[in-house]
């Protein structure tokens, strides 16, 4: 299976302006744990202007006493990510996400962000498949 059979393709985006409660907001109403950073003044090589935004990294900044609606998504994104490609099987990203110590994904097709996979989205797909191979018929009564 690949990613884009797994990948979200509809991405919470917000700016690095955002205030960490703005961001909060968004993903709550959408019910996602990250969203993509869109910087267009980034200079990281090989990210596009393209960070992550985690609910782990609101926790953090939440958790450390800083003031939410003071805090800009910048100071807390993730810049150096690892990104994705939808033809990537299921095992490099998790293989990927395992080595780097992260839940989240972007998924790059070309030089357009085209989805988020997250370890939730994986164990979706492979839940069932692997449910299935461990199931053992079961006698029925009569």
């Known amino acids: 299976m690949l990613v884009?059979?797994?990948m979200s393709p509809v991405v919470l985006t917000v700016g690095p302006a955002h205030s960490l409660r703005q961001a909060a907001m968004l993903m709550a109403a959408r019910r996602v744990g990250a969203a993509l950073v869109l910087d267009h003044?980034?200079?990281?090589?090989g990210t596009n202007g393209l960070g992550i935004l985690t609910e782990r990294d609101i926790l953090v900044?939440?958790?450390s006493g800083q003031n939410p609606d003071l805090e800009p998504v910048a100071a807390h994104t993730t810049n150096n990510v690892v990104l994705a490609t939808p033809d990537w099987t299921l095992e490099?990203?998790?293989?990927?996400m395992a080595h780097g110590g992260f839940r989240h994904l972007i998924v790059v097709d070309g030089d357009e962000p085209a989805g988020i996979v997250s370890v939730r989205d994986v164990i979706r797909c492979w839940a069932p498949a692997r449910a299935d191979a461990n199931r053992r018929p079961t006698a029925l009564s009569a």
């Open 41 to 45: 003044d980034t200079t990281v090589p």
């Open 4 to 6: 884009r059979d797994a």
């Open 92 to 96: 490099q990203a998790a293989a990927a």
């Open 61 to 63: 900044s939440v958790g």
